[in-house]
Each structure stands twice: as C-alpha cells, then as structure tokens.
DNA sequence: CTGGGGAAGGGGCCC
DNA sequence: CGGGCCCCTTCCCCA
C-alpha cells in the first residue's frame, strides 16, 4: 500500500493477535516493545514492484461506475483500455488524492523559503513553516518524540516507539495513534488507530454494507472493497503483467501471479 | 492454483 | 490542530 506505506512491515505477524493484546493489562506497552528493533525503511522487496505497478495503473477514479456510493465522482461504465506507456496519466488524473507528493507547481505563490515545499494556501504555508522552528517547544512533543537535528529540514519528528520520522508533528501524531490505538470496539474490544477504523470494523458486527456494486447490487460494508469488486466486471483489469500483459483486478493477484507463476524473474 | 471477498492499516488532504 | 474522509494496499480466508 503503501506505497511506501512501511509502517506494517515492521510487524512480524500482519494481523495483530487481538486475543493476545486482550489478556494484556496494558495493550499499549504489549506493543511497543521489542516489535521493532529490527525495523528498517523499506527494502526493495515489495517497494520494487510497488512502483512498477503503480506507475501502471491506467485505471483512474475517472473510471469509477456511475452510480458510486452518494458523492462519488461519476464515471463511465465501461473501463478505459490499458496504457502502459503513459504511466503519467494516472497520476494526474488522481486529483492529487494519492499519497504521492503532488507535482511541483510553478505558479504556486505559497513555497516555503526554507525547504521549497509548496502550499496551496497561505494557512496551509503557515502552518507548515511552523514544523521548522515551534516543535521543539511542543511539551507533547518532547514526550513523544525526539527531534532530530537532522542536516535537512524533513523528518524531524521521531517516533519514540519506532523507527519512523515525519515531517510534521502533526502526521507523527497520528502515527503514534497506531502505537496507542485509543479507539475500542465496546463489543469485542478491539482497538484501532482511527476512530473511522473502528466504524468499519463495527460494520462487521452490525453488517451494514452501504457500498452497492451499480452492476449486481452486491452490498460492500468498505469503499475499497467496493472498488475492487467493480473490476471483477471489467473485461480489462487494472493491473497487467509487464512479460505475458495478462491483467488482475487486484495488485496482490499480478504479484502471486508474476512471483509465482508467469515471470518469477521479472 | 486462482480469483474474489472481508477486514484492516496508514498517509494525505480538506474542513 | 484534530477529526473525518479518501484512497491505496495488504493479508487472510474461502470457493
């Protein structure tokens, strides 16, 4: 996911033991120890394929069904053609919702002095500016985290609990929400990060699915999973294979395909 | 073995 | 600054 979401692969085990973490006095400390010495920045592992993939995706909210869920942008009914050879495409069509950091804007009038990152508002400037000289009077802070008096002016904020830096303590924040996890299922006592996790997850006690596939009404309770069922009724799938150009509705199905089958080597 | 569904994690953006 | 939401990705399980 992440594109270079890392932050999973520092747990050994992918979906954490619930059950474990309910016979814990102290969920929080049961996590944080010793999980992470071995923590690394992502390998080329997965990252590799990560990129090739993603810089592979033709398939764009653009090409999202009509009648998506309330809001959602409307989209044609049938799926656009595989172009590998304009990999741009996607991410200009991506609005800018995508994880990956926006294309530099020349006419942005909103560029911070100190380390060139563009803004799109003077608040939003502002407030980024901010990250460059107030953390470390943050009390929240200093007992978070550890400022790194790094050579550059990015990732300054260090997680106390892993590896992890951010630029921002705002986003290092929100990273420690997955150490802490403070948002508790009052039926089965699981604990998430976000407390919109936490309504996803007690959709599944509840089974309400209020994501509904337009082409064979079949209820989702995520938008996700919404999505990736919508290419189950695309002839051309969104992620191909670069050696044999077979196509998968989902990364993870072109990954076992090209690891284990088709181009083991690619 | 493959494809698809379910559940979940996490970063980014907007308000 | 925090909450809410979006989107992407991953892993597990099952047909």
């Given at each position: ?30 996590m ?57 495409s ?60 790094s ?27 997955s ?22 997850h ?65």
């Open positions: 996911m992440p594109r270079s979401f890392l932050v999973k692969k520092y747990f050994t085990s992918k979906k954490p033991n619930y059950s474990e973490l309910e016979s814990q006095n102290d969920p929080i400390s049961a944080v120890p010793e999980r992470y010495p071995l923590a690394e920045l992502p390998t080329k592992e997965d990252g590799s394929l990560v990129t090739t993939y993603t810089s592979a995706l033709v398939w764009t909210t653009n090409a999202l069904p009509l009648s998506f869920p309330p809001s959602s942008p409307t989209t044609p009914s049938s799926i656009a053609p595989l172009d590998l050879s304009s990999p741009s996607s991410g200009e069509e991506d609005e800018g919702r995508t994880s990956d950091p926006p294309s530099p804007d020349p006419s942005d009038r909103f560029q911070c002095a100190h380390c060139g990152i563009s803004c799109s508002s003077r608040a939003a400037l502002s407030r980024h500016q901010l990250s460059h000289c107030s953390a470390g009077t943050n009390a929240n802070l200093v007992e978070n985290a550890n400022m790194t008096d050579t550059t002016t990015r990732a300054a904020f260090r997680c106390k609990h892993c590896p992890k830096e951010y630029n921002s303590l705002g986003a290092l924040k929100m990273h420690i929400r150490h802490t996890l403070p948002c508790v299922c009052t039926t089965c006592g699981k604990a998430f990060s976000r407390p919109w996790l936490l309504r996803g007690i959709r599944t006690h509840t089974g309400e699915r209020p994501f509904s596939c337009p082409h064979c009404n079949r209820a989702f309770a995520d938008r996700s999973n919404l999505r990736a069922h919508l290419q189950t009724h695309s002839e051309v799938k969104k992620y191909q294979c670069g050696t044999c150009s077979r196509t998968f509705s989902r990364m993870s199905l072109l990954h076992k395909h090209t690891v284990s089958s088709c181009c083991p080597n690619a």
